[in-house]
């Protein structure tokens, strides 16, 4: 009897063994097949995500739903003259010079650079070094707005992109000072030009917003979609491209909705829905999911022939070909337990965080912690009264409770770190050699490769400051390097 | 508004809600089921010597930390699962001054002595139920059956009894009919207070893999191994061995879920967890087919506890873009 039963039980192993195994063929075909169909430029329907990444809460309800609303320019702007990643720009007027709206004020000649327009008109009332929300003083201009807006007769409106070269464009976003407005800062003209060896293929537009609390791509894909779709027109036309992409998180289905209507009227616009999770709007892991390509180690996206470039980002090239203002606003989020009414706000570049605080109603109590970005990558702030940059996607404001600094406890290896990393690392090993200083070992398991997601710190049980401690030992690595 | 001093620190600024302390007490949770199965088969006793290894384990921790001048962590519950598992590791007659040595074996030698939590390389539990089982061979395999009436307090004598797995293998001259597959899995069976009840620790495990407490890896690679070793060497020849017998029996379904799967002395990269598991599974196997010893599952998690830092460098994960850039 007994016998008969084992039979039967390793029957039924063995069979459900060869179901999987063959269901894992099937799995590798559907794979191979996704990416000839990618390769076909066919349409997916699957919604697609990558390995790895953590599901925070993702507080956007407080103000998904609330339209964007212009902040009127404060009296007085800072505009510091690095707000991107480069050279610093060398200003282009004298304290006392009278200012105009769109004006360039600042440039420099190196080319990984980006101008600095004033974002009112009015008159120059200092140029020294302030504080700036990266936490180091940078030379800054100040101006003094007399609140009328004189246009700056630079300011007028370009051919339609149908009528302009590839370069032209290059040279409008080069003029009208277009950073990477995710964050990053990366001059955009920069990304629009790689080496000529290095073939462009895919575009996409980053409306992922994987960071929690902020709304501000969400927003302007609502609000302005057309602009969206018009800035990613003109940058297919930079590389000759009949195809785009534009990806967003399943969290967004209405932007997703209003987005495809609006393509629907163009040729070769593809609406991508990703899964929920973060850091799926991180640039590899975007291009690794749409793109099926993996960015190499220490590379750049363009190594894969792909740009990946972010909402506002998008829509400032539009505004800047049709209209011909430079980039001297921004969407930012206002958001936070501390905050009292938590808004999207268009704001002048320039503008105090303290302006903006105070329009959302102030806060509910003393914030014990502010930050600019979002909770994941977003900058610990000093103080309001620096001003907001080219990329202040978010301003956080958070009480004590929640931001309370937790003991760090013993690593006990769970291993939760190595689940959440999205880019295949061991951050328990990365960050326990980093604390010991040791940059070898450190470099062995792969710190250079590090995105500073912080996925694993926001998973660890222990509370432990990994990639901060990982963040430290890349810099000496990186420092290291430069010296020899 | 006045500027006040904010808090400025690295990011990421949010923080999961989980911590150390939470995963201890799902693990808790998760052994409950085996501890009320133990104490419902096995009386009053199984909770007396769960309760004295547990406070056993809390007090060696408190009394180590206060002589060393150290912080006190027993906050985090990790004596406590320890404590529970040292005691599910020992059969319900051991004198009750058994647990309490091996609490604190376990507790100050085999986790403290190496750092604390987080840095002993082997698991305080095991390493603790191998010790006594060295040092008193006797008392640690002295079984009774299930419902059987013993004293709360006192020594107990006079027992009769064999876990399957010793009557299988025949060491022990005890003329004993072998359990059917249902007493197995329910756990109406002699051993250790809470490896008996398959189905408890399978619902524990359960919790355990929904609260991704602990993933599939290890237990599922440690059974399946042993299931098919156990098969393939029969005791009649080649493939007539009873695979299910061997997986219901002794600690297999306790170790693999809730021993091999301790974080600490574990791998951590998804390869050496499979290796781990397997690992555990072939020398388990090997022990219990071909050793002198009817039960193999605790010394093979200890043998590849030690193997751990060596499978954790050995099988680190290929990095996202190691790929050659594209021509």
Redesign the interface.
């Known amino acids: 009897m007994?016998?008969i039963?084992?039979a039967l039980?390793?029957e039924c192993?063995f069979r459900i063994v060869k179901i999987l195994i063959k269901l894992y063929f099937v799995y590798k075909q559907c794979i191979i097949d996704n990416s000839e169909m990618l390769e076909r430029g066919e349409v997916r329907m699957k919604i697609l995500t990558f390995k790895g990444g953590?599901h925070?809460h993702d507080n956007k309800a407080a103000t998904e739903k609330i339209p964007i609303e212009i902040l009127d320019a404060p009296e007085k702007l800072i505009i510091p003259l690095q707000q991107h990643i480069g050279a610093p720009c060398e200003p282009l007027v004298s304290v006392g010079d009278e200012v105009k709206l769109g004006q360039k004020i600042a440039e420099s000649k190196a080319f990984v650079s980006a101008p600095v327009h004033a974002s009112v008109s009015g008159k120059v009332v200092a140029i020294e070094p302030m504080l700036h929300p990266n936490?180091s003083k940078v030379l800054s201009i100040i101006i003094e707005n007399d609140g009328k807006d004189t246009l700056h007769e630079s300011v007028k409106p370009n051919k339609d992109i149908s009528q302009l070269e590839p370069k032209e464009i290059i040279e409008v976003v080069r003029e009208a000072g277009i950073v990477g407005m995710g964050g990053a800062g990366f001059p955009t003209h920069v990304k629009l030009s790689p080496p000529p060896d290095k073939k462009i293929d895919y575009v996409i537009i980053n409306g992922a917003e994987c960071e929690?609390y902020l709304t501000s791509d969400h927003r302007v894909m609502l609000e302005t979609p057309e602009e969206v779709i018009y800035g990613l027109k003109a940058i297919m036309k930079v590389f000759g491209l009949q195809k785009g992409y534009i990806a967003i998180e399943e969290n967004k289905m209405n932007a997703v909705q209003v987005l495809k209507e609006h393509a629907s009227k163009e040729q070769g616009i593809e609406i991508v829905v990703l899964k929920t999770k973060y850091p799926q709007g991180a640039e590899?892991q975007l291009i690794?999911v749409i793109a099926g390509?993996?960015?190499?180690?220490?590379?750049l996206p363009a190594?894969?022939?792909a740009i990946v470039l972010n909402i506002d980002t998008c829509t400032s090239i539009t505004r800047a070909i049709k209209t011909g203002m430079p980039l001297i606003r921004r969407i930012v989020t206002v958001s936070g337990s501390a905050v009292r009414e938590p808004r999207n706000y268009s704001v002048r570049v320039g503008t105090p965080f303290?302006v903006l605080?105070?329009k959302s109603g102030?806060?509910t109590e003393?914030?014990?912690?502010?930050?600019m970005g979002g909770?994941?990558?977003?900058?610990?702030?000093?103080?309001?009264?620096v001003p907001v940059v080219k990329g202040t996607s978010g301003l956080?404001a958070?009480t004590k409770k929640?931001?309370q600094?937790?003991a760090e406890?013993?690593?006990?290896?769970?291993?939760?770190c190595?689940?959440a990393c999205?880019?295949?690392?061991?951050p328990?090993?990365m960050s326990a050699y980093a604390i010991k200083n040791d940059l070898e070992q450190a470099a062995k398991?792969?710190v250079l490769?590090c995105i500073?997601c912080?996925s694993c710190?926001?998973?660890?049980?222990?509370?432990r400051?990994l990639?901060?401690s990982i963040?430290a030992a890349k810099q000496a690595i990186i420092a290291q390097k430069q010296k020899n | 508004?006045t500027?006040?001093r904010?808090?400025?620190?690295?990011?990421?600024?949010?923080?999961?809600d989980?911590?150390?302390s939470?995963?201890m007490l799902d693990v808790i949770i998760a052994l409950s089921p085996a501890f009320i199965a133990g104490a419902y088969f096995f009386g009053y006793r199984a909770i007396l010597i769960t309760l004295v290894s547990i406070i056993s384990c809390v007090a060696a921790e408190y009394i180590w930390q206060k002589t060393c001048k150290k912080p006190i962590t027993i906050s985090?519950w990790s004596a406590v699962v320890t404590g529970m598992l040292l005691a599910f590791n020992m059969p319900v007659t051991v004198p009750l001054w058994m647990p309490v040595i091996g609490g604190f074996f376990a507790i100050i030698i085999v986790k403290q002595f190496f750092g604390?939590?987080?840095?002993n390389f082997m698991n305080p539990a095991l390493a603790a139920r191998a010790f006594l089982l060295a040092s008193w061979p006797g008392a640690m395999t002295k079984w009774v059956q299930p419902f059987e009436k013993i004293s709360l307090f006192g020594n107990v004598d006079a027992v009769s009894s064999a876990t399957p797995l010793a009557i299988i293998k025949g060491t022990e001259a005890v003329e004993q009919a072998v359990p059917g597959?249902w007493q197995l899995f329910f756990g109406q069976i002699g051993g250790c207070i809470g490896e008996t009840s398959a189905i408890a620790l399978l619902l524990g495990a359960a919790y355990l893999l929904y609260r991704r407490v602990i993933?599939w890896r290890i237990p599922v690679t440690f059974i399946a191994t042993v299931?098919l070793f156990t098969?393939i060497f029969g005791k009649d020849g080649l493939f007539?061995g009873?695979?299910?017998y061997h997986i219901l029996s002794g600690g297999l379904i306790l170790g693999a879920f809730f021993m091999a799967t301790d974080?600490?002395s574990?791998p951590?990269?998804?390869k050496g967890?499979v290796i781990m598991g397997i690992g555990c599974g072939i020398i388990t196997s090997i022990i219990r087919l071909y050793g002198g010893y009817p039960e193999g599952v605790s010394y093979s998690i200890l043998l590849m506890n030690v193997l751990t830092p060596l499978i954790?460098k050995y099988t680190?994960?290929?990095?996202?873009?190691?790929?050659?850039?594209?021509a």
């Open positions: 007994r016998h039963t084992v039980f390793f192993g953590i925070p936490g929690p590899k690794k390509r993996e960015v190499p180690s220490g590379g190594d894969v022939g303290r605080f105070e102030g806060f003393e914030p014990a912690k502010i930050v909770p994941m990558m977003g900058i610990a702030q000093f103080s309001i009264d956080l958070f929640e931001v600094l937790m406890g013993p690593c006990i290896r769970c291993g939760k190595v689940a999205p880019m295949n690392l061991l328990l090993y398991y792969n490769d500073e912080g710190s926001y998973v660890c049980p222990a509370k400051h990639v901060q963040r | 508004m500027d006040n904010f808090i400025v620190s690295s990011s990421p600024h949010i923080r999961s989980e911590t150390i939470s995963i985090d604390g939590l987080g840095h597959y993933n299931g098969f007539t009873d695979a299910l974080y600490v574990s951590v990269t998804p967890q954790d680190m994960p290929v990095k996202f873009g190691e790929v050659k850039a594209r």
